[in-house]
RNA sequence: GGCCCUAUCGUCUAGUGGUUAGGACGCAAGGUUUUCAUCCUUGAAGCCGGAGUUCGAUUCUCCGUAGGGUCACCA
């Protein structure tokens, strides 16, 4: 139970435990967050296990790939793969042993058996419960007399109580299942290797781990975990259920074969980890406040797992994406500098007129407009932004305002403009504006807005003239409406 | 099929035995001294259904309904 923990409370432990057998997704490091964020706020400790006692599924680079994937969202354990604890091994390939010599202590107590059938006649056992339409129960099929286990047979949990098991769930409250969700599970598979439902309490209580957050798949095997509790006589940690997060449509969990993305995916995409993290921290999560957007250190601060929400929450990426804007426009300008360089083509440095000042003062207008780096890319790859580094081809009728009834009339105009424009201050899009605005006033905004704007950037939907002015600086600015005004000659 | 979990705008959510049911994303309209974008304002949009308890239920209870999970030598 959570009483009102002491915020330098150091016995509180979480873990996260992937089995390494692909990348991670956002369902996974849900998890990982939650757990993380919780031993943070607690002063608490985090590890980092991986589950790797299934060795048909295991696939090869999956240990790198989840710990890049966490280090990338700033997510660090305090003891992982790369770093043993006082416990040993975070790695449970590596604690055979261990696990072994709790099997034996079961099997002393009379509380562990060697599986006498082989597979095919499980299987047949479980044919004829499921043909039945009743719940597979291994141990109706459990032998009066036990072998001595070799190693060579699975072995099985003699579930030392049948019954309804009744536990308290932080974010769920009081849970129960009754007897027929207790079974006689396997301990340790025939290669060997122990399965999850043993080593992970093993391992829980050797690592010292006091809240167990994962997602809600686990509630109905629970009562199997309490029976193995109760075998070895374990003290029961604190169960913390974390909502699913489902599909976009809601119909289903998000996973894997549904089309979720592996996070770094994301990274790729130009997505900020600060900004994943506050945005998967908010799915099934919430601070009890008004406020959205939060730093890492924020969520650390504001988080409690009394307010873990119970129902499951669709993945919504419109909102990440907003949230993204968020976190980019909070960023210095040097960083979103980078940034926004880091995702243009490299063919821009080439382009006729660029130059690094042009692209620094064209940062605001492209940050207003895109969400993630993806889009930069794209908006340059459709050449949205080619009239700043290269005088811009147009048709010269896109000059003509709609109140004129011939280009011929906005020439004037702009020639007045820029004989302003020689003399103005180009420090900033308001000086430029300023020594321009009572001449708008005499002749009409759009008789003469729309036409420079034009003559700047050859676009029908572009930044406001001032701002353009400023971008491509007083020489090219002049020299642009000398074209566009000589092009009316034509 | 058994067992278990869940249910507030389209989505993420706040909230209470009596509230005009609040916020955010998205959407729509208007405005911000031309267009696009930004920004601001406004708006549409919700308590799954039925009983019961109660003066009063979105809130508590029960029954439905819907969705999800689980019943492996996978985790």
Not at 11 to 17: D, L, Q, S
Not at 388 to 411: G, H, I, M
Request: charged share 25%; proline share 6%.
């Amino acid at each position: 139970m959570d009483n009102n923990p002491s915020p330098t409370n150091n016995k509180i432990v979480t873990r996260f435990a992937p089995s390494p057998t692909g990348f991670m997704h956002i369902g996974g490091v849900r998890t990982a967050l939650f757990a993380y964020l919780y031993a943070r706020k607690q002063g608490g400790k985090f590890i980092l296990r991986i589950e790797d006692t299934d060795k048909a599924r295991e696939l090869a680079g999956s240990i790198a790939h989840i710990q890049e994937s966490l280090r990338w969202l700033g997510i660090s354990w305090d003891y992982g793969p790369d770093k043993p604890g006082p416990f040993g091994s975070c790695v449970q390939s590596e604690r055979l042993p261990s696990y072994r010599a709790w099997a034996e202590k079961l099997i002393t107590a009379g509380f562990a058996y060697p599986d006498p059938y082989t597979e095919e006649q499980v299987a047949v056992f479980r044919e004829q419960a499921t043909k039945e339409n009743r719940p597979f129960l291994y141990r109706q099929h459990r032998p009066s007399t036990f072998e001595t286990w070799d190693g060579t047979k699975p072995l099985r949990l003699k579930a030392p109580a049948i019954k309804r098991y009744h536990w308290h769930d932080v974010t769920r409250g009081e849970l129960s299942a009754g007897e027929e969700m207790v079974d006689d599970v396997v301990l340790i598979k025939s290669d060997g290797y122990p399965t999850y439902n043993f080593a992970h309490i093993i391992d829980d209580y050797e690592m010292g781990v006091t809240h167990i957050m994962r997602g809600d798949e686990f509630i109905a095997s629970t009562p199997k975990f309490l029976s193995i509790y109760d075998a070895l006589g374990f003290a029961y940690p604190t169960f913390v259920t974390l909502p699913p997060i489902l599909r976009d449509d809601r119909t289903k969990k998000l996973g894997k074969r549904d089309g979720a993305k592996d996070i770094l995916e994301y990274r790729t995409e130009g997505y900020l980890p600060e900004a994943m993290v506050n945005f998967l921290a908010l799915i099934g999560w919430n601070p009890g406040t008004d406020q959205e957007l939060f730093t890492t250190e924020e969520l650390i601060a504001a988080f409690d797992i009394r307010k873990i929400q119970r129902a499951g929450a669709a993945f919504n990426e419109t909102k990440l994406l907003w949230m993204n804007k968020q976190h980019l426009l909070r960023k210095s300008q040097d960083e979103q500098f980078s940034y926004v360089l880091n995702a243009l083509p490299p063919t821009l440095l080439a382009q006729p007129q660029y130059s690094e000042q042009r692209l620094k003062r064209l940062l605001p207008t492209i940050l207003e407009r895109v969400s993630v780096a993806v889009e930069v890319a794209e908006a340059f790859a459709v050449g949205e932004y080619d009239y700043v580094f290269a005088s811009p081809a147009y048709d010269q009728s896109l000059l003509r305002w709609k109140n004129d009834t011939s280009v011929v009339a906005v020439k004037p105009r702009l020639e007045h403009a820029k004989t302003l424009l020689v003399t103005a201050d180009f420090s900033n899009a308001e000086t430029i504006k300023a020594s321009l605005w009572p001449y708008t006033d005499e002749v009409g905004r759009g008789e003469i807005l729309w036409p420079l704007r034009v003559a700047l950037s050859g676009k029908e939907r572009s930044p406001d003239p001032f701002t353009l002015a400023y971008i491509l600086g007083k020489e090219e600015t002049l020299l642009r409406i000398e074209k566009a005004c000589a092009k009316i000659g034509e």
